[in-house]
């Protein structure tokens, strides 16, 4: 007997294929309350491991027999330390989770979303913190929109199917996680394009994102629209006409928030016309493929983030506010807290500062909060 | 702040600076101050709540040159 691992990659898989997962995360309280691995199919219990050093006995009759335990902390030392113990005191199939949340914050899963003309979209779900990124490839072309800051999932994707990417693209001005678009861009040899009402304070070059641009990947079409309401900037993109790709400006459960750049009184207005005129008068059949998650449940089919048009105008909260003195209410008050480290989130991203590696994890820990709930 | 003993966690990675500070605490008497030096960015939030549910108390923390100092008194 001996303690095995789990890696992020298998934790994913169970949690996007329903598998049983018994979690004991031995973080603190205040760490778990915050931000935990959620699935449906996921229990967990929370003790942290600084009340089992002296042994694991309090707790061995709490733990079920016939499932898979996997112990987890904030990077993976104390996980090791308590699932020894428990392998130790005779408990069975006990797993641990090699750089722990840290390494579950930032683990990728690519979901292929649909087949296009010569190619391919996909959708990499970064489940852990709820974030969406995605890859559009066609003959040998790609381009990549709302890239995270570990830029290697995409680089190594592009290379194992011999991809060139020409172009990334943010959607907006992140507050949430920091964006890789830039450094993707520079170290492909590709252009980074961001909307320039959200640049006013970046630091670096880019090129504007301006609606009535049109973009061709290989033979696929991918075109931006001014859609404002989560940042000044926010910028959408139908893709060959069967996708909308909302940005932080529409999700399948909930709306976005527009308060994140302490503007939430004066870009209401602007969301309310993005999401109840702007995006009414698309077509109902377009495929919306939004930049976050903030439930597991909003996973569908091999973890895909999807939903239709028209269906999240009958179904989503967020869209049917008949008043707008109750949307401007709704989205300005009563808010649930700001992502973590936000207002540095959203430096780093303007390039005014330089965190290193480990801080800018660290910056990004816990889940993405961009949503109005 | 006066401390009857102090612990050097420097270096070390999650959980040895609670494991020797809970190893450290059994050698002082209650209401004696132990000060602990460490430099993994978790001890924080995990000293201090280790404190808090061991009923003990903590005094005060400081930041210099990327070592964390607390004092915690012995509850």
Known sequence: ?373 | MDAQKTLDAKGLACPMPIVKTKKAMKEIETGEILEIQATDKGAKSDLTAWAKSGGHELLKTEEEDDVFYFWIKKG
Request: some cysteine; charged content about 25%.
């Open chain 1, 1 to 373: 007997m001996s303690l095995n691992k789990m890696h992020a990659s298998e934790v994913a898989a169970k949690i996007i294929n329903k598998n049983d997962l018994f979690i004991l995360d031995v973080r603190n309280e205040d760490a778990y309350a915050d931000w935990k691995i959620d699935g449906e199919s996921v229990t967990s219990m929370n003790v942290p491991y600084f009340d089992l050093i002296d042994g694991v006995e309090d707790i061995l009759e709490k733990l079920p027999k016939d499932k898979e335990i996997l112990v987890v902390c904030a990077k993976e030392g104390s996980s090791i330390f308590v699932g020894e113990e428990l392998v130790e005191a005779g408990v069975q199939n006990v797993s641990y989770l090699p750089g722990g949340m840290k390494a579950w914050s930032e683990y990728l899963e690519p979901v292929k979303v649909s087949d296009l003309p010569g190619g391919a979209l996909y959708q990499f779900v970064r489940i852990g913190k709820g974030c969406l990124s995605y890859m559009v490839e066609s003959n040998g072309e790609a381009a990549v929109i709302d890239a995270n800051r570990m830029i290697e999932n995409y680089t190594s994707f592009a290379e194992n199917k011999g991809l060139t990417i020409k172009a990334t693209f943010d959607t907006h001005l992140h507050a949430d996680h920091i964006s890789g678009g830039k450094d993707l861009a520079d170290q492909m040899g590709g252009t980074y394009y961001l909307p320039e009402e959200d640049a006013g304070e970046v630091t670096f070059d880019y090129t504007p994102l301006k609606e009535g641009d049109v973009f061709s990947i290989g033979d696929v079409k991918l075109e931006p629209v001014y859609s404002p309401g989560h940042t000044i900037g926010s910028t959408s993109f139908i893709i060959q006409d069967q996708f909308l790709l909302t940005g932080d400006i529409l999700f399948v459960q909930s709306i976005g928030r527009p308060d994140l750049a302490g503007k939430a009184e004066d870009w209401v207005t602007d969301l309310r016309t993005t999401l109840y005129d702007r995006y009414k008068e698309m077509a109902g059949e377009l495929t919306v493929l939004p930049a976050h998650f903030s439930k597991v449940e909003e996973l569908g089919e091999n973890g895909l983030v999807s939903a239709q048009l028209n269906e999240l105008y009958r179904v989503n909260d967020g869209l049917n506010v008949e008043k707008e003195e109750d949307f401007r209410k709704m989205v300005t008050e009563n808010l649930p807290p700001q992502p973590n480290a936000y207002q540095e989130i959203r430096e780093t991203n303007m390039g005014k500062i330089s965190p290193d590696e480990e801080t800018q994890r660290e910056m990004e820990v816990g889940p993405n909060r961009c949503a109005v709930n």
